[in-house]
């Protein structure tokens, strides 16, 4: 059974860090592209980063590039977001996700986590 486990989520004010982990079992970690994504309240299901399976591949959302980092240590089976300098719209629960084909739709992953809540004060 694919288990996908985020943790990290905690509640920082402006311009906070955190870092979020997500950590895989029950598959092939090295042969996933890792993602997160983000959902807000009201909001779809929105991508803020991939990495390929070795790592040398990485995208970012528009929204995150410059302030967060994505990372993988196969070794681990783990996958990490670092996000700094948080805003308070970076608020929402974060998702990560594996797939196997290169890209930002929701319907590119065929496993998700349960989700793990990040919340920024202003």
């Known amino acids: 059974q694919v288990q996908l486990v985020e943790s990290g989520g905690d509640l920082v004010q402006a311009g906070g860090s955190l870092r979020l982990s997500c950590a895989a079992s029950?598959?092939?970690?090295?042969?996933?592209?890792m993602r997160w994504f983000r959902q807000a309240p009201g909001n779809e299901r929105e991508f803020v980063a991939q990495?390929?399976?070795?790592?040398?591949?990485?995208s970012y959302a528009d929204s995150v590039k410059g302030r967060f980092t994505i990372s993988r240590d196969n070794g681990k089976n783990t996958v990490y977001l670092q996000m700094n300098s948080l805003k308070p719209e970076d608020t929402a629960v974060y998702y990560c996700?594996?797939?196997?084909?290169?890209?930002?739709?929701?319907?590119?992953?065929?496993?998700w986590g349960q989700g793990t809540q990040v919340t920024v004060s202003s």
């Open positions: 029950g598959l092939t970690f090295k042969n996933y592209i």
């Open positions: 996700a594996a797939g196997t084909i290169w890209g930002s739709a929701p319907t590119l992953n065929n496993y």
């Open positions: 990495i390929g399976r070795i790592g040398y591949s990485i």
